[in-house]
């Protein structure tokens, strides 16, 4: 990086500090306004925004625009038709005397840096951006130089709806995400691995910023006794299969009763047919995706490979297409916890399956490892559910289904540890760019 592009980095830096004060002080609606601008330019933007997607990794059409394009304009909508309630001043009780009072005022952080991921770049750069502006803040972006033509689209969209003293966006590769990282942001949300939000929460620390780390891990699923197998199948297979695993909170690993692994097997081996399958038997690439670049797709099959030379089992799937980074849907058996895929999260369409004997035998092994993103657990018993939930600690959970907790905008989502630091969505991305002021009226 040269010169000249550090200093438009501090000069845009600058411009949103001088412009904290005003973006302060906007009013419901005219966040509101703002939001409304971002929404406009989304929509008028749609197919730029899907082909974009679709260039830097080959998606399916709808699985693109259900999750980049409806996530971000379900999600922006939420915050303008809520903001007045949240920006409302909270009254609360004082325990100092009877005739004094308390209120909670929510002010904006100030100016906000906001650093995407590849695997679903658009929705979850815009989609924490949204938040930030609902709280009143300014705002810088950056994207993953692994998805040039979603930057480039996302930043026609962000020109389109805001001045650069209100939200800006720099492209280019990981020295200028170096360089933003310099500057003494109020407050950085970022989305990506553990072992690059450890390098944010570093550079966060030299100047006190507040953090909001989204990253992930191994989120284990759990089968219990008596649930159907295929109804389980059904979920699992898209939940993990979609995006060829490159999500998040995916399954990364199943727990199964061993008299039922088999039968679990085929069912999820059905699903996956009927959904990434053509009538010829073959996988569709037209349905599923590739893997991002040639270090991911040779750090999963490394990781496939090594499980197999240590005795586990490929029960289906198993092929890679170096030449187009393809990866078929794959599960084994056999797998044990020493094995190098149980060591890191897979982050690609490979599910290891692994039987239990008992749910303490699980919970334990789940608590013996870093808490997870999302813990998933299929079951129709109630003391099941409550001794799973009870003793285990995750960033979210869901029962009898996976990953669509974090479409449903009336919960948090984030981890805990390393899976992450802190919560957004709904109120709750809010609240995350917001600084919670307690106010004693005596």
Known sequence: MDSAEKQEIKRVFELQRSHRGAMRQKTAEQRKAMLARLLEAVKANKEEIIEAVRQDVRKPYREVEIAEYWGTVKSIEHNIANLEQWMAQIEVTSTLRPDASGRLMYEPKGVCLVLGPWNYPFMLTMVPLASAIAAGNCAIVKLSDLTEQTSRAAAKVIREAFDEKEVAIFEGDVDVATELLDQPFDHIFFTGSTRVGKIVMTAAAKHLASVTLELGGKSPTIIDEGYDLL?????????????????????????????????????????????????DGQLSKEKFAQIVNERNFNRIKHLVDDAIACGAEIVFGGQFDQADRTIHPTVLKNVTPDMAIMQEEIFGPVLPMMTYDSLEEVIEYVNERDKPLALYLFSTREDAISQVLNHTTSGNAAINDVVVHFSDLNLPFGGVNASGIGSYHGIYGFKAFSHEKGVLFA
């Open 231 to 279: 109804e389980a199948a059904k979920k699992i297979a898209v939940g993990k299969f979609v995006n060829a695993g490159q999500t998040c909170i995916a399954p990364d690993y199943i727990f199964v009763k061993e008299s039922q692994q088999d039968a679990f097997a085929k069912a999820l081996e059905a699903v996956a047919k009927a959904g990434f399958f053509g009538e």
